[in-house]
């Protein structure tokens, strides 16, 4: 059975820090790209930060500079590293884990860790 679980959302000021994890089992961890989404009240859901399983990463404009992704194969493991957070980052963040096999894309999800950027 395949899990996604994330932590370390929380309510953080402006200018503040926040590390968040997912933790994943039920798959191999390795062969998969790991990624961070999130989704602010009203909004779609977007792309924050990419790392994939030969090491390439990529990030939104908006969150370069700020933000690093991570992870950990030997703990299956992804982490997000997020400083001088601004307001507008507040939004549930999203685990994401996909690989591409012939003919489908294999992809599952966590089930997400609010994010709040406020004085």
């Known amino acids: 059975q395949v899990q996604l679980v994330e932590s370390g959302g929380g309510l953080v000021q402006p200018g503040g820090s926040l590390r968040l994890s997912c933790a994943a089992s039920?798959?191999?961890?390795?062969?998969?790209?790991m990624a961070w989404s999130r989704q602010a009240p009203g909004k779609e859901r977007e792309s924050v930060a990419i790392?994939?399983?030969?090491?390439?990463?990529n990030y939104a404009n908006s969150v370069k500079g700020r933000f690093t992704i991570s992870r950990d194969n030997a703990k299956n493991t992804v982490y997000l590293q997020m400083n001088s957070l601004k307001p507008e980052d507040t939004a549930v963040y999203y685990c994401?884990?996909?690989?591409?096999?012939?003919?489908?894309?294999?992809?599952?999800w966590g089930q997400g860790t609010q994010v709040t950027v406020s004085s």
């Open positions: 994401k884990a996909y690989r591409w096999v012939p003919g489908k894309k294999e992809e599952y």
């Open positions: 039920g798959f191999t961890f390795s062969s998969y790209t």
């Open positions: 790392f994939n399983n030969g090491g390439f990463t």
